[in-house]
């Protein structure tokens, strides 16, 4: 075994559920009375801007209320120390990874800080709120700037590079996911194609892809994550060590 492996992290609203960042799927599933899928979706946008945008407004700026927590911290820690590649891809829409200190980062499901114009494709910074009066800075048009969210329905970012990531994967992480909405729900089978990857699950519960991976850590990541880091740093630094 060589110390110097590929490793790909996924991580989901698990992630930052201890940072203050609600997850979708828990308890009934609903905001403000609405399903997810309807605040969440091309066809929502279209019967009701409003309600989408009020939706995204919300969350944007809750943003400036909650920090990384350890778990966050443990996986910069991970990119910064770790030798082989690294890939950190995340489903949530939120900064903590960026402001915990993670760099190697993708954010296949879009960013809430950043907002696209439907009519010429520009994506730029966004920190305030979204509406329909909101003007495009590149083309001009009003009304038609969107959250940069993939939609259900809508195809995640960078999949081509996350695909071949899995494939050369040597470890992969699976992180406070529910493993229900696909394509990352089927990221696990993708770096398993490899039989020697080692596949970790962690959640705080059992979830619809807990037995694709041969090991799972039960408990939340701010405790569990950390100490995770700290051994598999420390056993791949005294495998390079014996191999020198
Ligand atoms: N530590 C570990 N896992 C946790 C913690 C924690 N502290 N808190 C919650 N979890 C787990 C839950 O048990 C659950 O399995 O995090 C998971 C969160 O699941 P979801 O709410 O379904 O979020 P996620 O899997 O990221 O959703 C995927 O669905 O709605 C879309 O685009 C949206 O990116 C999102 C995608």
Same mark, same amino acid.
């Given at each position: 075994?060589?110390?110097?492996?590929?490793?790909?992290?996924?991580?989901?609203?698990? *992630?930052? /559920?201890?940072?203050?960042?609600?997850?979708?799927?828990?308890?009934?599933?609903?905001?403000?009375?609405?399903?997810?899928? *309807? !605040?969440?979706?091309?066809?929502?946008? /279209?019967?009701?801007?409003?309600?989408?945008?009020?939706?995204?407004?919300? +969350?944007? /700026?809750?943003?400036?209320?909650?920090?990384?927590? /350890?778990?966050?911290?443990?996986?910069?820690?991970?990119?910064?120390?770790?030798?082989?590649?690294?890939?950190?891809?995340?489903?949530? !829409?939120?900064?903590?990874?960026?402001?915990?200190?993670?760099?190697?980062?993708?954010? *296949?499901?879009?960013?809430?800080?950043?907002?696209?114009?439907?009519?010429?494709?520009?994506?730029?910074?966004?920190?305030?709120?979204?509406?329909?009066?909101? +003007?495009?800075?590149?083309?001009?048009?009003?009304?038609?700037?969107?959250?940069?969210?993939?939609?259900?329905?809508? *195809?995640?970012?960078?999949?081509?590079?996350?695909?071949?990531?899995?494939?050369?994967?040597?470890?992969?992480?699976?992180?406070?996911?529910?493993?229900? !909405?696909?394509?990352?729900?089927?990221?696990? +089978?993708?770096?398993?194609?490899?039989?020697?990857?080692?596949?970790?699950?962690?959640?705080?519960?059992?979830?619809?892809?807990?037995?694709?991976?041969?090991?799972?850590?039960?408990?939340?990541?701010?405790?569990?994550?950390?100490?995770? !880091?700290?051994?598999?740093?420390?056993?791949?630094?005294?495998?390079?060590?014996?191999? +020198?």
């Amino acid at each position: 075994m060589s110390a110097e492996r590929n490793i790909v992290v996924l991580t989901g609203a698990g *992630m930052s /559920a201890e940072s203050g960042v609600p997850t979708f799927r828990g308890e009934d599933g609903l905001w403000e009375g609405h399903h997810i899928e *309807m !605040v969440a979706s091309p066809e929502g946008f /279209a019967r009701d801007p409003k309600l989408v945008q009020r939706f995204y407004n919300l +969350r944007r /700026a809750a943003l400036k209320t909650v920090e990384p927590n /350890a778990g966050h911290l443990a996986l910069a820690r991970l990119e910064r120390e770790w030798r082989g590649d690294f890939l950190l891809v995340t489903q949530n !829409v939120d900064d903590l990874h960026e402001r915990a200190g993670s760099e190697k980062l993708l954010h *296949m499901h879009g960013e809430l800080l950043k907002a696209r114009c439907r009519n010429c494709g520009e994506v730029c910074s966004w920190s305030e709120d979204l509406s329909s009066d909101t +003007r495009c800075a590149a083309c001009g048009k009003t009304g038609e700037m969107r959250p940069h969210i993939v939609w259900f329905g809508e *195809m995640p970012f960078e999949l081509e590079t996350i695909t071949n990531a899995l494939k050369s994967a040597d470890i992969f992480l699976c992180i406070g996911t529910s493993g229900v !909405v696909y394509p990352a729900a089927g990221f696990a +089978r993708t770096a398993a194609q490899n039989s020697s990857c080692r596949l970790v699950e962690f959640n705080i519960e059992n979830t619809a892809i807990s037995r694709q991976f041969r090991e799972r850590v039960i408990g939340p990541v701010s405790v569990e994550l950390p100490k995770f !880091v700290e051994q598999l740093l420390s056993d791949t630094h005294r495998q390079a060590w014996l191999e +020198r």
